[in-house]
């Protein structure tokens, strides 16, 4: 199978910065898309930023011009730069991506742990 490991989270004041990184190993035949979700206490999940096999990049817009989602395909990790936080950045953040698995048809969809981030002074 595939597995998804998060780290980089943590305590950080507002305006601070923070790198959250991902890396995926298992019976990987290929990573199309990766990407960052969050989850806030009480909302919903929603998408921070993804990634295609291509490079292509979108954010969310509460996030545009802050962070920058990046991946090494070599590598099969992604990488978020989080610069001027603000509290409501605050969130569970998990890494995601859909992967073509040695042995087994299609394109398959897996998840992180998540990784806390807390922006608070």
């Known amino acids: 199978q595939v597995q998804l490991v998060e780290s980089g989270g943590g305590l950080v004041q507002p305006g601070g910065s923070l790198t959250l990184s991902c890396a995926a190993s298992?019976?990987?035949?290929?990573?199309?898309?990766m990407a960052w979700y969050r989850q806030a206490p009480g909302k919903q999940r929603e998408l921070v930023a993804a990634i295609t096999g291509g490079g292509s990049t979108n954010y969310a817009d509460s996030v545009k011009g802050r962070f920058t989602i990046s991946r090494d395909r070599a590598k099969n990790t992604v990488n978020l730069q989080m610069n001027s936080l603000k509290p409501e950045d605050t969130a569970v953040y998990y890494c995601n991506a859909n992967v073509i698995v040695v042995g087994r048809v299609g394109v398959h969809d897996y998840w992180g742990q998540g990784t806390q981030v807390t922006v608070s002074s």
């Open positions: 298992g019976s990987i035949l290929s990573i199309n898309a």
